[in-house]
């Protein structure tokens, strides 16, 4: 994850040596140096200024060097690092260990939230959660979503199915042997959520 | 990538003629124009008191405004333009130009790095492509990742006859079918599952 600096501010941080310095911005960002000579009071030398809307990777920094970063009238990421890039433009998405459900039962809204679920070997048929134990589970608002993939890594197939409650599926809910379908969840009202197939 | 003004702060800005302001929330947030005239106090009025998970965009300021945001108990995201939206409601995120691997030589660990996180990779496939995913040690070198993180990355097969094969390496498994037939697509997500490894999963 980048660091993010809000509008018309600046942050003063320490590059190692070695590290790069990567910044987004929409608006034009200035970056200065901190130099200082011996009796003479510390001032700042202009590094390098972005382009607005392109993403900016400075040279590695032979030394340790203090740089502080301005923004314009738009926030600005920002990341240090050997490698910095700016994960919030690459979809960078937290993923933990994926769900797993091997054998039919309830396909949770933890497995579903965790971005993918995995199936071995057997038929399974997957039942979503009502929409009430998913309003439970997470705070979502009316309109929002979250995207979910099923990979089907063993024999047989994964059939996603409706919950008795407040929960239905729309289009093919069936994941074939060996392959992988994503899906995206939505809440269309108050405990009740659609989950749609999205792509093979 | 809209602006994020803090709960419980403000913001003081210019909108330009004809531009809308964009601002969402989960609370509610103040809108405010500011108004200043020859010998008064400059004063403001309430523009619109915006309703909480619901995003709201202006109608277009006929002349340069100067507006205020008052953020309430939630973070608020704001933009400005002629036709503003809150880009991150709608998993907005950077492409460039894609990374082509039209062969297995061409495949090389820095094209399916540059590809990968360019966010497509398409591919000519006159002949099979395997595609070797980057060592941990070698995507280490190229993004700051955290364990537990990851991104999602697409190869686009445009024509030939083959398939396209992503491949594990050193420390970077894969889960899944990672063959993509000529003429489909396929979605895959890299993630850091450890402070030494990587998983590619086949995610579509």
């Known amino acids: 994850m980048s660091d993010k600096l809000n509008r018309n501010s600046r942050v003063t941080v320490t590059i190692a040596a070695s590290d790069k310095l990567a910044i987004y911005s929409r608006d034009i960002v200035k970056v200065t140096q901190e130099v200082g000579y011996p009796n003479i009071i510390p001032g700042e030398t202009v590094l390098f200024s972005t382009v607005a809307g392109v993403e900016y990777t400075s040279d590695a920094f032979s030394v340790e060097t203090i740089v502080t970063i301005e923004t314009g009238d738009y926030s600005a990421l920002y990341q240090a690092g050997t490698g910095p890039v700016i994960t919030e433009r690459r979809g960078i998405r937290v993923q933990g260990t994926p769900g797993v459900l091997d054998a039919t039962g309830t396909l949770t809204a933890a497995m579903i939230l965790s971005g993918i679920v995995t199936s071995a070997a057997a038929t399974v048929a997957a039942t979503l959660d009502t929409g009430t134990v998913m309003d439970a589970a997470l705070e979502m608002a009316i309109g929002e979503s979250f995207d979910w993939s099923c990979i089907k890594v063993g024999a047989n197939s994964l059939t996603v199915t409706a919950a008795a409650s407040g929960h239905t599926i729309v289009g093919d809910p069936v994941v074939v042997t060996a392959s992988s379908s994503l899906f995206r969840t939505r809440k269309t009202a108050a405990a009740t959520y659609i989950t749609y197939r999205i792509s093979i | ?204």
């Open chain 2, 1 to 204: 990538m809209s602006n994020l003004l803090k709960r419980n702060s403000s913001v003081e800005f210019t909108l330009a003629a004809s531009d809308k302001l964009a601002v969402y929330s989960k609370a509610p947030a103040n809108i405010y124009t500011k108004g200043n005239y020859p010998n008064f106090v400059s004063s403001t009025t309430l523009l619109k008191l915006t309703e909480a998970d619901i995003e709201y965009v202006s109608s277009a300021v006929s002349i340069a405004t100067v507006v205020v945001i008052e953020a309430g108990n939630q973070d608020v995201y704001y933009n400005a333009g002629t036709a503003p939206v809150i880009t991150e409601r709608r998993g907005l995120r950077g492409q460039g130009a894609p990374v082509a691997a039209n062969t297995t030589g061409a495949a090389t660990a820095a094209v399916m790095i540059s590809g990968m996180l360019s966010g497509i990779i398409t591919t000519t496939v006159a002949a099979a492509v395997t595609g070797t995913l980057p060592t941990f040690t070698e995507l280490e070198a190229a993004v700051e990742l955290a364990v537990g993180e990851s991104f999602d990355w697409a190869v686009n097969s445009v024509t030939g006859a083959n398939a396209f094969t992503v491949a594990a390496s050193t420390a970077h498994t894969v889960i899944g079918t990672m063959a993509v037939a000529t003429v489909t697509s396929g979605l895959f997500r890299t993630r850091k599952s450890s402070a030494t490894a990587y998983v590619t999963y086949r995610l579509a």
